[in-house]
C-alpha cells in the first residue's frame, strides 16, 4: 500500500503540471535576467531563488521537488 503511494508521488513530481509550468516560466524570465545570458539556468538557481525570497506554498515546494528529481537523475541545466 504504502509503495503504490510512494510511486504515484513520484509520478506527481516527474510530470510538472501546467499551471506550474507556467510559474516555472516566469521564474526562468526572472532567472534570465539576473544572468544576462551569460549563462543557462541551472536546476539549483530555481531552489536557491525560491529559498532566497522566503517563498512558501504548496507551488513553490512543487517546484523544489521536481528540481531536486531532476537533479538526482543528474541533470543540471534546466530543460523546459
Known amino acids: 500500500m504504502e509503495s503504490k503511494q510512494n510511486l504515484k508521488r513520484i509520478e506527481l513530481i516527474k510530470n ?4 506550474n509550468y507556467e510559474f516555472l516560466r ?4 526572472r ?5 544576462e545570458g551569460q549563462r543557462a539556468v541551472m536546476y539549483s538557481d ?7 525570497e522566503g517563498k512558501i ?13 531532476k ?3 543528474g541533470k543540471t541545466f534546466v530543460e523546459v
Do not use: A, D, P, T
Request: aromatic share 12%; with cysteine.
Open 16 to 19: 510538472i503540471s501546467i499551471s
Open 26 to 29: 516566469e521564474i526562468l524570465g
Open 31 to 35: 532567472l534570465n535576467k539576473i544572468f
Open 46 to 52: 530555481i531552489i536557491n531563488l525560491i529559498v532566497k
Open 57 to 69: 506554498g504548496e507551488k513553490y515546494n512543487e517546484i523544489m521537488l521536481w528540481c531536486n528529481y
Open 71 to 73: 537533479i538526482r537523475q
